[in-house]
């Protein structure tokens, strides 16, 4: 379905709708930016306590166009997005498709910041699955608006990337943290906090990590609401939790820097028992933990909302293959990702498709 709407602010330069659109700025850019996995502390950093996350190395690479059209066109065949066009300046609402919204309400918010001066085509494309909980969303909001800044020469440094991202997820979605829009931006292993928000990398290099997918899309907005509303009800015992958790990150931080892994799986231990007591943990979830508990993994726990989408495990060799097996025995999908992969970037050298 097309939709056309009018660009917001008006007509077009003259020359640029001749199809002149300046001598100096390029025509096109490409830009990726990594999924993640979260691997202490999630939930908890809703609630301004700290988390630890790694980007992965699958990613989302965006191409993006100035066109001389005004208008916002949209190719996100990933998320079931073929052909979308809307006004530069259009509120993602719920007449915008799904897989659309992101990208809709990351252009309103950079043409409102910094003004988009032309049309723009914008074509996605993932390395990994919608489905996967590994922040499409997040990295693809961070991918579009890193790539208008250089497509229009606009300096923005890494702070104010985070800031406008976390209010595109925010008119998006109302609920988050940002630390899926940390991991993008900056890469690498962060301990996050999310006032400011604070970065603290972290090199986790050689972390026996495995990660399996239990084939249940969870949706993360309705889960943090779940929390929310326990808190409601049981206020005291939900922000005892979280403190317990915070400083379990902290202890967290310490034994992956030491790079000690019995520490490591005991505190993933102990962080899948607290995200069991907020109720988001699953039995889907649950078989694959305990599975690979059994088949000798130091630690297990659930990554992201809960729910569904991924558990993690620790597991150095010679038990590796064990608990792979083990997983996959259990109805869980491995997926062989490399933790600490580099954030968002130009990738000057992607063919435009
Ligand atoms: O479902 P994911 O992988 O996006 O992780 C959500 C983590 C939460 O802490 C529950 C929410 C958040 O935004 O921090």
Redesign the pocket.
């Known amino acids: 379905m097309l939709i056309h709407s009018r660009i917001d602010g008006g007509p077009l330069p003259e020359a640029m709708q001749n199809g002149w659109t300046g001598a100096a700025l390029e025509n096109r850019v490409v830009v990726s930016a990594p999924g ?1 996995l ?1 691997l202490f ?6 609630y301004q306590r700290p ?1 630890i996350v790694t980007a992965v190395d699958q990613r989302i690479r965006v191409y993006v166009e100035r066109t001389g059209t005004g208008f916002l066109r949209i190719e996100a065949p990933n998320v079931g997005v073929n052909e979308y066009e809307a006004g530069i300046g259009s509120v993602a609402d719920s007449g915008t498709p799904k897989g659309a919204r992101f990208i809709v309400a990351a252009v309103r918010n950079f043409d409102r910041r910094y003004g988009v001066r032309s049309g723009v085509t914008i074509r996605t494309k993932s390395e990994f699955s919608s489905e996967f ?3 499409s969303s ?1 990295a693809v909001t961070v991918a579009v608006l890193k790539a208008l800044s250089e497509l229009f020469e606009v300096r923005i440094s890494n702070d104010e990337l985070f800031g406008l991202s976390y209010r595109t997820v925010l008119d998006v979605q109302a ?6 829009l940390a991991a993008a931006i900056w890469g690498g292993t962060l301990c996050f906090r999310s006032a400011g928000p604070k970065i603290d990398p972290l090199d986790i290099e050689g972390l026996p990590l495995i990660v399996g997918y239990t084939g249940v899309k ?1 949706d ?1 907005a309705s ?2 609401r779940a ?1 929310a509303d326990l808190r409601t009800r049981y206020k005291n015992l939900t922000d005892r939790i979280f403190d317990i958790m915070a400083d379990l990150v902290e202890q967290a931080r310490e034994a992956l820097v030491a790079r000690d892994v019995d520490s490591l799986g005991a505190l993933m231990n102990i962080n899948q028992g607290l995200l069991d007591s907020l109720g ?1 943990n699953s039995l889907e979830l649950s078989r694959l933990i305990y599975a690979a508990r059994e088949a000798g993994a130091t630690g297990a726990k659930l ?4 729910g569904g ?1 991924c558990m993690i495990a620790l597991s150095p060799e010679p038990r590796r293959q064990f608990v792979e097996e083990a997983i996959e025995s259990a109805g869980g999908k491995l997926l062989g990702i490399r933790a600490g992969a580099p954030g968002v970037q130009r990738d000057p050298d992607s063919e435009p498709w």
């Open positions: 993640k979260m502390g999630e939930h908890g950093v809703v988390c909980g590994f922040g997040s609920v988050g943290s940002g630390f899926d969870a993360t889960l943090v929390v988001v990554s992201g909302a809960g989408d």
